[in-house]
Structure formats: C-alpha cells, structure tokens
C-alpha cells in the first residue's frame, strides 16, 4: 500500500465551480498536511498547509483533514482558469525528518 | 529574493550515457532536496543534504545515481549510465531547516530539468 494515494484521474470544470480534491494516507505518524500547485513546466509551489484535523481557509481556498479517516481534501471556490494547475497532496511528520511523501497529483483545467 | 535555480533545463541522451544536473538553492537554505518526478506521478524523494552532509539517501539508486553538495550551497546529481527508465523532470528544493515543523518547513521548488533517455 502507498504511504499517500490520490486519485490521479484529470478534472475539468466550468468556471465558478467548486473544485474538490482529496487524497488518503496510511501511515498515521504523518502529522503535517500540505496541498502543492505545479503549473505546466514549472517545479511545485506551497499553496496551503495544516497540521491539525479540521477546516482551513485561504481566501478561496479551503483545506480539509480528518486524521480519524486519514483523509485531507482542497476545496477551491469560485474557480477561476488561473487556477488551471496540477494539484498535489504532500505529508511530512510533524517533527524528525522532513522527508514529503506525495501523491500522484490532479491536473485540474477550468474551462472559461 | 532570488528563487532556487536548476539548469540545464532540457536534457537529452541515449541511454547508457550519463548526464550532470546542477542546482543553486535558496540563500541561507541549509537543506537541499532532489527529488525525481516521473510523468503523472507526483515528486519521489532522492536524496536530502543538511549543509554538506547527506541525512537520507534511502530512495537513490546508488549504482547508477550520485550527488555532492561540497561547500555545503550548490550540488550536483549525476546519473552514470543512464536508462530508459531515468526519463523524469528532476526537481531541486531547498528549505531553511531540515527538520519537519512550521516555519523552517516549507520547500520551495526549481523549474527542474526535464530528462529524456532515447
């Protein structure tokens, strides 16, 4: 079993729609919950982090964990066709090694 | 501030050749991270320097891959022979600590240099 798993499946939608993605882990040390934005040709960009179970919010974007579940999701609101990227999921434990373990990654295309 | 910097960043061999990757990290970043990403996987781990010294190397492959990070700022990954399977986007990091926490965590990411083995 992979340490992190996301679906890698592409995700087109309209603009002003909600985005939704999520990913599931196994290992329960992981402690430190990442979400990662790639643009086309360009190396993975800090979009938003956690370290707790719950909710939260960066303008419009929301991220998500249940450490119960071992499952984070990223919510974009209002997507916009900037937000057309490559979406990754990172985890780390909270202390000790920095090591990220990633998943597969989500291409997401907003159609204007 | 000045992002990490990688070249070349398009590289093309046959296989069994070998090929040198460089990277410029961060000022003042003491933790260097190469990672290898394969088309539609997402960024795999190769080797991570503290300073100059190497603190996990569990996921290079020591036959074919090496990296140095002499003087403890710019390193270099070599792949010798290189192989079919060694086609990826490898992604240089850098971060101000090593050790996972907030605030010396986050890594921030080169362009990277896209490999292709014919």
């Given at each position: 079993q992979k340490?992190?798993?996301?679906d890698?499946?592409?995700?087109s ?8 993605l ?5 290992n ?29 919010e ?5 991220a ?12 974009i609101?209002?997507?916009?066709p900037s ?6 999921c990172?985890m ?8 990220l ?12 | ?14 296989k ?11 000022s ?39 990296a ?9 990954l ?12 490898y992604?240089?990091a850098?971060?101000?600590?090593g050790?996972?926490g907030p ?14 083995v014919l």
């Amino acid at each position: 079993q992979k340490e992190v798993e996301q679906d890698p499946g592409p995700l087109s939608v309209p603009e002003g729609a909600i985005v939704s993605l999520n990913c599931t882990y196994s290992n329960s040390a992981f402690q430190y919950f990442m979400w990662y934005r790639q643009y086309s040709r360009k190396g993975p960009e800090l979009l938003m982090y956690t370290y707790s179970s719950g909710n939260k919010e960066d303008g419009r974007f929301t991220a998500q964990v249940d450490k119960s579940s071992k499952y984070i999701s990223l919510f974009i609101r209002d997507s916009q066709p900037s937000d057309s990227a490559t979406y990754l999921c990172a985890m780390s434990l909270l202390y000790g090694n920095n090591r990220l373990a990633f998943g597969k990654g989500n291409q997401v295309v907003v159609i204007p | 501030e000045a992002g990490v910097a990688q070249s070349p960043r398009y590289k093309i061999i046959e296989k069994r050749q070998s090929v040198a990757f460089w990277c410029n990290p961060i000022s003042g970043h003491a933790t260097l991270y190469w990672y290898q990403q394969i088309l539609g996987q997402g960024p795999k781990l190769l080797i991570q320097f503290q300073n100059n010294g190497v603190v996990d190397d569990s996921q290079l492959p020591k036959d074919r891959f090496s990296a140095e990070r002499l003087k403890g700022v710019d390193s270099t990954l070599k792949i010798q022979p290189a192989k079919l399977e060694d086609s990826a986007v490898y992604l240089c990091a850098s971060s101000l600590g090593g050790l996972a926490g907030p605030g010396n965590n986050e890594q921030f990411f080169g362009p990277g240099t896209r490999l292709t083995v014919l």
